[in-house]
């Protein structure tokens, strides 16, 4: 059962995440994106307690994106842990314009992330960055923008 702060959660970012669907691909696409980000956050609430929680959520929106993309939808669930994994750590500590990748000896997926320059927006750290994962060697590439919440954590923003 989705707790009430969820769906808060949910119903607050769903703007924010229409608007995201926009700068992406066609109109399949967006409503992936958007639907995976708000079932990924409701998932992501059912872990942790308190902080642990509120960072399992919103760890959620973001992989959750990515799962109900085209594109996720053709990576297994260690390329989509490997890939967020990534996308944390590029733009926790990646140096701009310099790539952090990452890869699934097993399904042979791979990606690469590359952060721009930290800014700030409202007080808060954000940095652009382009996710690019290959999949049969193909590449597909998501951009977007992302910012620390103050626990710590990224999240997209429009």
Request: hydrophobic share 30%; proline share 5%.
């Amino acid at each position: 059962m989705i707790q009430k702060p969820v769906r808060m959660i949910a119903v607050l970012l769903m703007p924010l995440l229409i608007g995201l669907a926009g700068c992406g691909g066609g109109p399949r696409e967006d409503m992936g994106t958007v639907v995976g980000a708000v079932a990924g956050g409701a998932i992501g609430n059912q872990f942790g307690k308190g902080d642990g929680r509120t960072v399992a959520t919103i760890a959620g929106i973001l992989i959750g994106g990515i799962i109900g993309s085209d594109i996720g939808r053709q990576l297994d669930e260690n390329d989509r842990r490997r890939a967020s994994r990534a996308e944390y750590t590029a733009l926790e500590s990646g140096r701009s314009g310099e790539p952090s990748e990452w890869r699934n000896p097993d399904s042979g997926h791979y990606g690469r992330i590359v952060p721009q320059r930290p800014y700030k927006i409202a007080g808060r750290d954000c940095r652009n960055y382009t996710h690019t994962i290959y999949i049969g060697g193909q590449p597909e590439t998501m951009r977007g923008r992302a910012c620390r919440n103050q626990d710590g954590s990224w999240s997209r923003s429009s």
